[in-house]
Antibody, heavy 121, light 106 residues
């Protein structure tokens, strides 16, 4: 069965960068995409962007353009999300989720377990 | 596309029939998904394309609707169903979620 396992919690200072990893197993990694979705404490779900594990094409939410980079390593079936210039309001749980191989028609199953990123001075 | 769920919270008892509504700000055909999230856990897909039950999801869950109005129904609430439920549209990018419906035990 498909499974995504994410890296552990991070504590960062404002202005720093963070990298979250997401290792896939149980399915052909390059036949799907990966989306990243975040959830601030006590809040709802916010889509950040998508990457094709087939060819590396990306589609970022406008809100994160210029501050986020999504990549994949097909040799290890791992996706990465880098977020720069962190602010306090970036404190959230970050999820990866398996998505469509195409940039549209996004839906998410399964999800990783989540990675808490805390940003505080 | 803005997704609006109602109610935002709901109290119900084990065995109750519960319906949650999701409304899109424009027509999204049947490109609507429902997720369940329990505290401290990742969301889990329940329903895809408005009315199809994801493998392994109990049959007491069902979805309906098309266009702008959708519903998630739980026919007989079980204790493990108390959670937050989100709808999500995939009709256009960016995909957007409803604000969530918190289902609590009465």
């Amino acid at each position: 069965q498909a499974q995504l396992v994410q890296s552990g919690s991070e504590v960062k200072k404002p202005g720093a960068s963070v990298r979250v990893s997401c290792k896939a197993s149980g399915y052909r990694f390059t036949s799907y995409g990966i989306s990243w979705v975040r959830q601030a404490p006590g809040q709802g779900l916010e889509w950040m962007g998508w990457i094709s594990a087939h060819n590396g094409n990306t589609n970022y939410a406008q809100k994160f353009q210029g501050r986020v980079t999504m990549t994949t390593d097909t040799s290890t079936s791992t996706a990465y999300m880098d977020l720069r210039s962190l602010r306090a309001d970036d404190t959230a749980v970050y999820y990866c989720a398996r998505d469509s191989i195409d940039s549209d028609g996004n839906w998410f199953d399964p999800w990783g377990q989540g990675t808490l990123v805390s940003v505080s001075s | 596309i803005q997704m609006t769920q109602s109610p935002s919270s709901l109290s119900a008892s084990v065995g109750d029939r519960v319906t949650i509504t999701c409304r899109a700000s424009q027509s999204i055909s049947s490109d609507l998904y429902w997720y369940q999230q329990k505290p401290g856990k990742a969301p889990k897909l329940l329903i895809y394309t408005a009315s199809s039950l994801q493998s392994g999801v109990p049959s007491r869950f069902s979805g309906s609707g098309s266009g702008t109005d959708f519903t998630l129904t739980i026919s007989s609430l079980q204790r493990e169903d108390f959670a937050t439920y989100y709808c999500q549209q995939s009709y256009s990018t960016p995909p957007t979620f409803g604000q969530g419906t918190r289902l609590e035990i009465k």
